[in-house]
């Protein structure tokens, strides 16, 4: 697919950027169907050029960002090696690098999520609270509300299992499963059904 291909998918003002990231790299973009468990991903092939899928679903700045990420793993794979950890300290360097050269093309109310992501990016989307808030990206029912909304005590549906929300460590959710005694931790976005 070739980059003028892309444009539907993106903002405006981005080209530029991508035939630049683009441009020592022979790149096959692939747009998927919408995958619950991954916005895009990355993988270098046998004949040595590279394969980026990404949901076809995704709003503009959130492909962008994605597509973004995933050229990440590429540029550091080629410029520091096959050794280095896949979400390791040369990939956030280059997606930092990459996300603050790019930053004009996130509209005003994204730059200050953004910027606030650059400093110490994430492998997982779902690990930035704000992000994740601003695209409303889970697919959920109607019902369902972030758990950081229940009070320690409150009982709630999660996956067809009833939980019982004891209290929070550190940034998570300590919780009790009521069925089989065990305790887990909740991200504060994972989305829940409380029980009255």
């Known amino acids: 697919m070739s980059i003028q291909s892309l444009e539907t998918y993106l903002p405006k ?5 991508l035939r630049n990231w683009f441009s020592d790299y022979s790149i096959h973009i692939k747009i998927t169907r919408n995958r619950n468990s991954k916005l895009g991903d990355y993988r270098k092939l046998r004949d040595l050029s590279h394969e980026i899928t990404i949901n076809s679903t995704l709003q503009p700045q959130l492909f962008f960002f994605v597509l973004t990420h995933e ?18 300290k040369e990939w956030k360097h280059t997606f930092r690098q990459m996300l603050l050269e790019s930053i004009e093309v996130y509209e005003e109310d994204l730059k200050p999520i953004i910027l606030k992501f650059s400093r110490s990016p994430k492998a ?17 029912e109607d019902d369902e509300i972030f758990i950081e909304k229940l009070n320690a005590g409150d009982s709630f549906m999660y996956r067809n299992e009833k ?4 209290g929070l460590i550190k940034k998570n959710y300590l919780c009790l499963n009521l069925a089989s005694g065990r305790k887990y931790a909740f ?8 029980l009255s």
């Open 13 to 17: 003002n981005t080209l530029d950027h």
């Open 71 to 88: 050229l990440a793993h590429l540029i550091a794979f080629e410029k520091f090696g096959r050794r280095i950890s896949p979400h390791g």
């Open 124 to 140: 997982n989307f779902m690990a930035s609270p704000d992000l994740v808030k601003y695209f409303h990206i889970e697919n959920h």
């Open 163 to 166: 939980y019982l929300l004891e």
């Open 187 to 194: 991200k504060p976005l994972a989305r829940v059904k409380k």
